[in-house]
């Protein structure tokens, strides 16, 4: 398993050490904070100690079988990268997926490798290669001299399962033996076999669906600032709020947009009747988004009730049943 020790030691070139190989040992390695988990419930945070790559056809003296793919596009999913590690995946006995301070549209890859020698051709082979030709990106593999883990922060309450029985694979329930097959674990810190991840088509985690393409944060059509902001049930407008710029608040003076959605909440408010709206349907009269039991200038009378909404609702309930028993 990784390694949790806190002190580094670079090896130094032995006196039978071939001569041409020496003025690599001047290498000094660079340190990277990195951190895994689903941020909603526990985070882990650690250190690495990375060989520079400004010189990438000199391999470092002292070097170990574990390097750290730098920089993989979000959109690449585990399977995809299993794929593009092609027959190397075989040597690989652990791959586990971490984010970078300062990359939040990229992960890295920690990779330890069977044999040194395996190492070294999977360096040579990918180390400035694009991950493929429709790409900008390339590939960009570090020779890891050590990993720390400095910490974890707990956001929930903690699993009560036992640590001491050995773990298993969520999708085969076999046991996650090194032996018997690499083993990747997730940006949320859940283990597969690397056989049964690769069949996993999409980037959210099959244990608990953490998805490691994050959605890119939302701003201000006026201002840019990211807080308090409010999108537009109509048209998608954002805009902040009353609290920040007002944007929201006049875009819907300008456009009678009266329904807005809190980004943070998930929660909608109505400007017209200065409040939250929990429930919305469609009004089959006119077509427009109305307070589910809410007055309506349709009824008859003024008991805050109106049958445009009792039937829309009734045939939302039904059709809800149908497909029930439909399907």
């Known amino acids: ?15 039978d050490e071939d001569p041409s190989q020496s003025s690599s040992s001047s290498f000094s390695t660079s340190l990277f904070n990195f951190s895994s988990g689903n941020p909603t419930i526990e985070e882990t945070r650690g250190l690495m100690h990375l060989f520079p790559d400004d010189v990438p056809a000199t391999l470092p003296v002292g070097r170990k079988p574990l390097v750290c793919v730098v920089g993989v596009p979000n959109h690449m999913t585990y399977a995809d990268f299993c794929q ?3 027959s190397f995946i075989q040597h690989m006995l652990e791959m586990r997926i971490v984010r970078m301070d300062g990359m939040e549209d990229q992960y890295s890859v920690l990779i330890r490798f069977d044999h040194q020698e395996s190492t070294d051709s999977f360096f040579k082979h990918y180390h400035g290669r694009r991950f493929s030709s429709l790409e900008v990106e390339v590939c ?4 890891t001299l050590d990993v720390q883990y400095t910490g974890s922060i707990e956001h929930a309450q903690p699993s009560n399962a036992s640590s001491t029985e050995q773990p298993t694979c969520p999708v085969c329930l076999e046991r996650l033996d090194q032996d018997t097959g690499g083993i990747l674990t997730t940006i949320c ?3 597969f076999h690397c056989s049964c991840i690769s069949k996993w088509a999409d980037s959210s985690c099959p244990v608990c669906r953490y998805c490691q393409q994050q959605a890119e944060k939302s701003i201000c059509f006026v201002c840019q600032t990211t807080e308090n902001l ?9 805009g902040c709020g009353r609290y920040k710029g007002g944007h929201a608040i006049i875009h819907w003076k300008e456009t009678q947009h009266c329904y807005s959605l809190e980004v943070e909440t ?23 988004l109305v307070e589910l ?22 045939e939302a309930i039904l059709n809800s049943k149908v497909e029930a028993v439909m399907f």
């Open 230 to 238: 409010w999108i537009c049930v109509i048209c998608g407008h954002v």
């Open 1 to 15: 398993m990784w390694s949790s020790t806190s002190s580094i030691a670079i090896a130094a070139p032995s006196s």
């Open 189 to 191: 810190n859940h283990s």
């Open 266 to 288: 998930k929660r909608v408010w109505d400007y017209v009747g200065d409040n939250y709206v929990h429930r919305l349907i469609q009004s089959k009269t006119d077509g427009k």
């Open 84 to 86: 593009f590690c092609g």
């Open 293 to 314: 039991n809410a007055h309506c200038a349709h009824a008859d009378n003024e008991c805050g009730s109106c049958s445009c909404e009792d039937n829309a609702m009734s």
């Open 140 to 143: 960009r593999v570090l020779f």
